[in-house]
């Protein structure tokens, strides 16, 4: 006799399966223990169900907190609002700029960036730092830029 993963009972180590009682009673622990299982993996999606509701309401509170200090700032410094969507806008075109260098060097130097390490180090060096904080002025002065469109309309 061996005994079940799941605690349901002693069953046959070698069970006669042309015995239809030996059978039966093999295909009702077999059934316990996948409706054991089914009922552990529906409590487990239950409780990922409330983890996920829990984390999208953080999520909405956190992105009104966002929008109220955005609401607030904008009413502070109005006059800036406009200097911001021109900067956008600036921006912009220097980022269309990188880019296409980026492309054109890409384009020239791809074999030399398969090939070799440093030629990747100073690909990266050379537009990775440039790019990314490009971007991230991109991402602080768009929705200042959007603001200002509100108000206008």
């Not at 061996?2 to 069970?15: D, I, L, M, N, Y």
């Not at 409590?43 to 990922?48: F, G, I, K, L, P």
């Not at 609401?71 to 990188?98: D, F, I, M, Y």
Request: hydrophobic fraction near 40%; charge should be negative; include cysteine.
């Amino acid at each position: 006799m061996e005994v079940s993963p799941t605690g349901q009972g002693p069953v046959p180590a070698a069970a006669n399966y042309n015995d239809p009682v030996a059978l039966l009673h093999f295909l009702v622990n077999l059934q316990n223990q996948t409706l054991e299982i089914q009922r552990q993996i529906l409590e487990n999606q239950r409780q990922q169900l409330e983890l996920a509701r829990e984390a999208a309401q953080v999520n909405r509170e956190q992105r009104a907190r966002q929008i109220a200090e955005l609401e607030r700032w904008q009413t502070g410094h109005e006059p800036v609002l406009e200097h911001c969507r021109e900067s956008l806008g600036n921006l912009e075109k220097v980022h269309a700029a990188l880019m296409g260098e980026l492309a054109n060097y890409v384009s020239d130097h791809h074999e030399n960036l398969l090939d070799g390490d440093f030629a990747l180090t100073d690909f990266v060096d050379r537009f990775g730092p440039r790019l990314a904080h490009l971007n991230t002025m991109l991402a602080v002065l768009r929705p200042l830029a959007a603001a200002v469109r509100k108000t206008e309309s």
